[in-house]
């Protein structure tokens, strides 16, 4: 499986759409972190993120924060979104995740 994490200053960044690189974290068949790289979106279009995301292989996005559009076009690509997700390392937060520990809250994101 592989996870996309928006961070900005190698945090989990408030909102998606503001981020300044995705941490791609790809696990193994019994969840373990087996490789972690970090990506600079291209420029900020509607609908791009999500596509460009799939082409990379991604089936997990973990956001604080992220639109009803755009969390619509991720599940038209394959991939689920999970919202809500606050602080630490990408790395953290997909172990989290992983360990079924990670805690959600509201979606930041009102548009």
């Excluded at 292989?57 to 999970?82: D, H, P, W, Y």
Aim: charged content about 15%.
């Amino acid at each position: 499986m592989k996870f996309a994490v928006p961070t900005y200053n190698g945090v989990l960044c408030a909102h998606f759409g503001h981020c300044e690189t995705f941490a791609l974290i790809d696990t193994d068949s019994d969840g373990k972190l087996v490789n972690e790289s970090s990506v600079i979106p291209p420029a900020h279009e509607p609908g791009l993120l999500p596509r460009w995301l799939s082409e990379k292989g991604v089936n997990c996005v973990i956001a604080g924060g992220m639109g009803s559009r755009a969390q619509q076009l991720f599940t038209e690509n394959g991939i689920k979104v999970i919202t809500g997700a606050a602080g630490g390392s990408a790395k953290e937060i997909v172990e989290q995740y992983l360990k079924g520990t990670l805690q959600t809250g509201g979606n930041t994101c009102d548009h």
